[in-house]
């Protein structure tokens, strides 16, 4: 036994969840099952995050099962994550934001010293460290749901370092990171990094097929032995590097708008390159749809699919380019991955289950780090009793609650302060107005008004001085509070090594900036009216 689950019990005693000669009821404990999507934008599916805007879906993609869900559950128009896949993971699990975790990026073999030093080197600021595993004093899902009765498995992606045995996960994959969903270069030839084309063989793209086959078998063993279940897949599926059976990438490289593309970019069906192929991309999306049919269909045929929540939620924002595939759309949302801007944090979320409306929605905001305390609140606890998270048990407005002016205008906290293809910066959002703060640019104080400026194209830092001042300070309040680690100025800044930097360009495109800023090409497009 390890030293973290040898502690588990006694942190949970600690947190009034469990006492002595007190047994938990189990009967009619609802289970709770969570499809983690890796990389998947705000518009990455088929259903409109917004009715009135055509871009805020993908057009062309088929994902049947997705839209059953949502036409049975509730959907979120402002659902927020983190701005890379570990900390938004370590989000998850402990209900914390990143800047109170202090995961707020992975490292990869590089280390500490890399981004410390090495990436900072005569860079303008120099860019924070951050924790490498989930706090030993955090308490994740499994540990919260455990005193109330529940198992919980984990299935796929973990990519925070450590056992899932030792966060409560009594069945999981261990320490994976983005690696085992790369399939196809167990494919690739002598001198090929991955084959040109998805091979005939492919029949596990993502290992999609493989991860479900082991949750549909903990689902199955926990409805015969009656024990209410927290149930975790993590895709690896929609994360870069896209994979699909070959079967459902011929489907779309039928379709005419994908002809159109593979035409207007000067590609041939039969020989353009898997990274290049927008139709792989949608094939891995319907492919995973069809995975997550498999997960609903199980629900029903186990007679458990009443008494079960089923959320499906990104791990951070993107951008998807497979929108050029209908050439009037524009993207929606500024930036993406890596970054805090509404591209890089805006998330879909779907969410069915005991109690919740059929096709209704949800437009205040929430996070990530929610989703914790409304498990516990699900399960029968007490989440008022779970100690330092940021979250808050989004129960009673699923089942219909409106939210009060309290909850739509709390505050929001991302920290990404390191030196990556971006730069170090935080935000907050509170209701419809969000705060940037790059730790380069003091001098450029940056305000937009989300409700009348979606895409964040117009900083109104100068005509609201005032609105500005007072969310950029609860920003750096909250910052202090948390002991986040914060960016210093760089002593050795070298302005001609930065400029010289393969970011360089990207970091002054999504950098700040003061007024109007300039669009990004697939940004600059006629928009199709709604």
Same mark, same amino acid.
């Not at 705060?435 to 008004?449: A, G, Q």
């Not at 005509?463 to 007072?470: L, T």
């Given at each position: 036994?390890?030293?973290?689950?040898?502690?588990?019990?006694?942190?949970?005693?600690?947190?009034?969840?469990?006492?002595?000669?007190?047994? #938990?009821?189990? &009967?009619?404990?609802?289970?709770?099952?969570?499809?983690?999507?890796?990389?998947?934008?705000?518009?990455?599916?088929?259903?409109?995050?917004?009715?009135?805007?055509?871009?805020?879906?993908?057009?062309?993609? &088929?994902?049947?099962?997705?839209?059953?869900?949502?036409?049975?559950?509730?959907?979120?128009?402002?659902?927020?994550?983190?701005?890379?896949?570990?900390?938004?993971?370590?989000?998850?699990?402990?209900?914390?934001?990143?800047?109170?975790?202090?995961?707020?990026?992975?490292?990869?073999?590089?280390?500490?010293?890399?981004?410390?030093?090495?990436?900072?080197?005569?860079?303008?600021?120099?860019?924070?460290?951050?924790?490498?595993?989930?706090?030993?004093?955090?308490?994740?899902?499994? &540990?919260?749901?455990?005193?109330?009765?529940?198992?919980?498995?984990?299935?796929?992606?973990?990519?925070?370092?450590?056992?899932?045995?030792?966060?409560g996960y009594i069945a999981h994959d261990g320490d994976t990171d983005n690696k085992p969903g790369n399939t196809l270069i167990k494919f690739a030839e002598d001198g090929e990094t991955k084959p040109r084309r998805i091979p005939d063989e492919m029949t596990d793209p993502k290992l999609m097929f493989s991860v479900t086959d082991r949750a549909l078998g903990f689902m199955e063993e926990q409805a015969e032995a009656e024990k209410p279940f927290y149930?975790?897949?993590?895709?690896?599926?929609?994360?870069?590097g896209s994979e699909c059976l070959p079967e459902t990438r011929e489907k779309y490289a039928k379709h005419p708008l994908i002809q159109a593309y593979y035409e207007k970019n000067n590609k041939q069906a039969d020989t353009i390159r898997v990274g290049e192929d927008p139709a792989v991309w949608f094939g891995m999306a319907e492919d995973l749809d069809g995975r997550i049919g498999a997960v609903l269909d199980k629900l029903v045929e186990l007679g458990?699919?009443?008494? =079960?929540?089923?959320?499906?939620?990104?791990?951070?924002?993107?951008?998807?380019?497979?929108?050029?595939?209908?050439?009037?759309?524009?993207?929606?949302?500024?930036?993406?991955?890596?970054?805090?801007?509404?591209?890089?944090?805006?998330?879909?979320?779907?969410?069915?289950?005991?109690?919740?409306?059929?096709?209704?929605?949800?437009?205040?905001? #929430?996070?990530?780090?929610?989703?914790?305390?409304?498990?516990?609140?699900?399960?029968?606890?007490?989440?008022?009793?779970?100690?330092?998270?940021?979250?808050?048990?989004?129960?009673?407005?699923?089942?219909?609650?409106?939210?009060?002016?309290?909850?739509?205008?709390?505050?929001?906290?991302?920290?990404?302060?390191?030196?990556?293809?971006?730069?170090?910066?935080?935000?907050?959002?509170?209701?419809?107005?969000?705060?940037?703060?790059?730790?380069?640019?003091?001098?450029?104080?940056?305000?937009?008004?989300?409700?009348?400026?979606?895409?964040? =194209?117009?900083?109104?830092?100068?005509?609201?001085?005032?609105?500005?001042?007072?969310?950029? &300070?609860?920003?750096?309040?909250?910052?202090?509070?948390?002991?986040?680690?914060?960016?210093?100025?760089?002593?050795?800044?070298?302005?001609?090594?930065?400029?010289?930097?393969?970011?360089?360009?990207?970091?002054?495109?999504?950098?700040?900036?003061?007024?109007?800023?300039?669009?990004?090409?697939?940004?600059?497009?006629?928009?199709?009216?709604?």
């Amino acid at each position: 036994m390890t030293l973290r689950a040898f502690l588990r019990p006694l942190s949970l005693l600690a947190l009034g969840f469990l006492s002595l000669g007190t047994t #938990v009821a189990e &009967e009619a404990k609802p289970n709770i099952v969570m499809l983690f999507i890796d990389d998947w934008a705000w518009n990455g599916s088929p259903i409109a995050m917004d009715d009135s805007m055509p871009n805020s879906r993908m057009p062309v993609l &088929e994902m049947p099962n997705l839209e059953k869900l949502a036409a049975r559950g509730m959907k979120f128009r402002n659902a927020y994550a983190s701005p890379q896949c570990s900390p938004s993971r370590v989000c998850l699990q402990t209900g914390q934001s990143s800047p109170r975790n202090g995961f707020t990026v992975y490292m990869n073999a590089l280390g500490q010293d890399y981004y410390n030093e090495k990436k900072s080197k005569g860079m303008p600021v120099i860019s924070c460290i951050a924790d490498e595993t989930i706090d030993p004093d955090a308490t994740t899902i499994p &540990e919260a749901l455990e005193p109330l009765g529940y198992v919980s498995a984990h299935f796929g992606k973990w990519h925070m370092r450590g056992d899932p045995g030792d966060e409560g996960y009594i069945a999981h994959d261990g320490d994976t990171d983005n690696k085992p969903g790369n399939t196809l270069i167990k494919f690739a030839e002598d001198g090929e990094t991955k084959p040109r084309r998805i091979p005939d063989e492919m029949t596990d793209p993502k290992l999609m097929f493989s991860v479900t086959d082991r949750a549909l078998g903990f689902m199955e063993e926990q409805a015969e032995a009656e024990k209410p279940f927290y149930l975790q897949i993590s895709h690896y599926a929609m994360h870069a590097g896209s994979e699909c059976l070959p079967e459902t990438r011929e489907k779309y490289a039928k379709h005419p708008l994908i002809q159109a593309y593979y035409e207007k970019n000067n590609k041939q069906a039969d020989t353009i390159r898997v990274g290049e192929d927008p139709a792989v991309w949608f094939g891995m999306a319907e492919d995973l749809d069809g995975r997550i049919g498999a997960v609903l269909d199980k629900l029903v045929e186990l007679g458990i699919e009443e008494n =079960t929540y089923v959320v499906v939620l990104s791990d951070n924002g993107y951008r998807h380019k497979e929108l050029a595939v209908d050439p009037e759309l524009t993207q929606p949302l500024h930036a993406h991955k890596w970054w805090v801007w509404q591209g890089g944090i805006r998330v879909p979320m779907i969410v069915a289950g005991p109690g919740i409306d059929a096709g209704s929605l949800f437009e205040a905001n #929430v996070v990530n780090y929610d989703l914790l305390p409304t498990f516990v609140d699900w399960a029968g606890g007490d989440p008022g009793k779970l100690e330092n998270i940021d979250g808050v048990s989004l129960a009673s407005y699923l089942e219909g609650e409106r939210p009060n002016r309290k909850f739509r205008e709390r505050f929001l906290y991302f920290h990404y302060p390191h030196n990556r293809s971006s730069m170090p910066h935080s935000a907050i959002v509170s209701g419809t107005d969000k705060v940037i703060h790059f730790y380069e640019r003091p001098d450029i104080p940056m305000l937009f008004d989300l409700d009348k400026d979606e895409g964040e =194209t117009m900083n109104v830092a100068t005509e609201f001085p005032e609105k500005h001042a007072a969310l950029f &300070e609860e920003m750096m309040r909250y910052l202090g509070e948390v002991k986040a680690r914060i960016p210093k100025g760089n002593p050795d800044y070298d302005p001609g090594f930065y400029q010289a930097q393969k970011e360089y360009e990207e970091r002054v495109a999504r950098g700040p900036f003061e007024g109007r800023r300039a669009l990004a090409a697939d940004e600059n497009r006629k928009r199709k009216k709604p």
